[in-house]
């Protein structure tokens, strides 16, 4: 059976009622990973206008944002938030929620959704396209199936995530252990040099088809966590790097983000460390480079910056509230504790040998994710839109 949405399936949020007391809001961007990470109080005459969605136990919700993969499948826990008008609802007796929380999750429905997305400045899809996405519909008992095999997958996938955080954990614990009680503190410029990128042209600035052997550019979207993030890639011309050899990165360089230099989800400075596979590779402007003078560890100074110290110092220090911003003399000014070598090493050896179980783990993590993508595609690879 093939279901369209709005026409055969319809929209379940209501508005919000006016109420007592404060509501709980739920926007778009307090929902991470399937789940609410955080909300906002409000009474109900203060609630921001898109501040209008009530929800039932058995609705599924998800953003309607092109290229934005927010899902919640609704229980008794998230019934009694108010969500944004950022997210469509929907329910249907026919269709088991937790049928159509996967359905929502694939990457069939999300290529239509961002296909049919509308708007000038942030795209999203409405009504309209909605009503040309439709959905193979099996028979309940194939839907339970369905959802018992996923939900199996997904419970795998989120064990050996949660392995991960432990072992991340482990690492800060053990860190917290060896230099949490020193009081003797250094400048971080005692122990490292520190450098900003180059600001490229932006005519030099290409994807791999413009460049087939160019040079990757670590540029401000590309710095995360402990590692850079090539998902997307922008290169420059393989001259330049004779040419700007002076901002080329080596093993070991810590990355920083200079600008929006904060993740607000996890509450940790945008930090890396330049792996082999990361080079050859130049800096771009508003990202920094803290190269390890002789002898020190690099993995003791990342750590040093992945501390909550340094993340209430980077807030202090940053300018501009729409796009905060820090400078290489902040980072060279922050104060850390100091360590001998040889106590850096023994924690670097520590990590080193974390770093081991999490590439079994993350080995195993990318099984069972392949092992998603295809069942997603099996049941889910007929569905289109209209």
């Given at each position: 059976?093939?279901?369209?949405?709005?026409?055969?399936?319809?929209k379940?949020g209501?508005?919000?009622?006016?109420?007592?007391?404060?509501?709980k809001?739920v926007?778009?961007?307090?929902?991470?990973?399937?789940?609410?990470q955080?909300?906002?109080?409000f009474?109900?005459?203060?609630k921001?206008?898109?501040a209008?969605?009530s929800?039932?136990?058995?609705?599924?919700?998800f953003?309607?944002?092109?290229?934005?993969?927010?899902?919640?499948?609704?229980?008794?826990?998230?019934?009694?938030?108010?969500?944004?008008?950022?997210?469509?609802?929907?329910n249907?007796?026919?269709?088991?929620?937790?049928?159509?929380?996967?359905y929502?999750?694939?990457?069939?429905?999300n290529?239509?959704?961002?296909?049919?997305s509308k708007?000038?400045?942030?795209?999203?899809?409405?009504?309209?396209?909605?009503?040309?996405?439709?959905?193979?519909?099996?028979?309940?008992?194939?839907?339970?199936?369905?959802?018992?095999?996923?939900d199996?997958?997904?419970?795998?996938?989120?064990?050996?995530?949660r392995?991960?955080e432990l072992?991340?954990?482990?690492?800060?614990?053990?860190f917290?252990?060896?230099?949490?009680?020193?009081?003797?503190?250094?400048?971080?410029?005692?122990i490292?040099?520190?450098?900003?990128?180059?600001?490229?042209?932006?005519?030099?600035?290409g994807?791999?088809?413009?460049?087939q052997?160019?040079?990757?550019?670590?540029q401000?979207?590309n710095?995360?966590?402990?590692?850079?993030?090539?998902?997307?890639?922008?290169?420059?011309?393989?001259?330049?790097?004779?040419?700007?050899?002076?901002?080329?990165?080596?093993?070991?360089?810590?990355?920083?983000a200079?600008?929006?230099?904060i993740?607000?989800?996890?509450g940790?400075?945008?930090?890396?460390?330049?792996?082999d596979?990361?080079l050859p590779?130049?800096?771009n402007?508003?990202?920094?480079?803290v190269?390890?003078?002789?002898?020190?560890?690099?993995i003791?100074?990342y750590?040093?910056l992945?501390?909550?110290?340094?993340?209430?110092?980077?807030?202090?220090?940053?300018?501009?509230?729409?796009q905060?911003?820090?400078?290489?003399?902040?980072?060279?000014?922050?104060?850390?504790?100091e360590?001998e070598?040889?106590f850096?090493?023994?924690f670097?050896?520590?990590?080193?040998a974390?770093?081991?179980?999490?590439?079994?783990?993350?080995?195993?993590?990318?099984?069972?994710?392949?092992?998603?993508?295809?069942?997603m595609?099996e049941?889910f690879?007929?569905?289109?839109?209209?």
């Amino acid at each position: 059976m093939k279901l369209a949405f709005i026409k055969d399936i319809k929209k379940s949020g209501k508005p919000c009622k006016p109420l007592q007391g404060t509501i709980k809001y739920v926007d778009t961007g307090n929902v991470i990973n399937g789940k609410i990470q955080g909300y906002q109080e409000f009474s109900f005459d203060e609630k921001p206008s898109r501040a209008n969605v009530s929800v039932d136990v058995g609705d599924v919700i998800f953003a309607k944002m092109q290229n934005s993969l927010k899902v919640i499948q609704i229980t008794e826990k998230e019934k009694d938030f108010v969500y944004s008008t950022g997210f469509y609802s929907f329910n249907d007796q026919r269709v088991l929620p937790g049928y159509l929380k996967h359905y929502f999750n694939s990457n069939q429905f999300n290529h239509i959704k961002d296909k049919l997305s509308k708007g000038a400045t942030m795209k999203a899809i409405n009504d309209s396209g909605m009503e040309q996405i439709t959905i193979n519909v099996p028979t309940t008992s194939q839907q339970e199936s369905i959802v018992s095999t996923l939900d199996k997958i997904n419970e795998l996938i989120d064990a050996n995530k949660r392995q991960l955080e432990l072992l991340d954990e482990a690492v800060k614990a053990r860190f917290v252990e060896m230099f949490g009680d020193i009081k003797e503190k250094i400048n971080i410029s005692r122990i490292a040099f520190t450098s900003s990128g180059f600001s490229f042209k932006s005519k030099d600035i290409g994807d791999n088809n413009k460049y087939q052997d160019g040079i990757k550019l670590v540029q401000i979207s590309n710095v995360s966590l402990r590692n850079i993030d090539w998902n997307v890639i922008n290169y420059l011309p393989n001259i330049f790097y004779q040419k700007y050899k002076t901002y080329s990165l080596l093993k070991d360089d810590i990355v920083i983000a200079l600008t929006r230099p904060i993740i607000q989800s996890l509450g940790n400075v945008k930090v890396c460390i330049a792996r082999d596979i990361d080079l050859p590779a130049l800096l771009n402007q508003r990202v920094a480079m803290v190269r390890c003078k002789g002898g020190q560890s690099p993995i003791y100074l990342y750590y040093c910056l992945q501390q909550d110290d340094f993340t209430q110092y980077v807030k202090r220090v940053c300018t501009g509230s729409s796009q905060p911003n820090m400078s290489t003399k902040d980072i060279e000014n922050y104060q850390i504790p100091e360590v001998e070598n040889e106590f850096q090493r023994t924690f670097e050896k520590f990590v080193k040998a974390i770093d081991k179980v999490k590439l079994l783990v993350t080995q195993n993590l990318d099984t069972l994710n392949s092992m998603l993508d295809k069942k997603m595609d099996e049941y889910f690879g007929g569905d289109s839109n209209a």
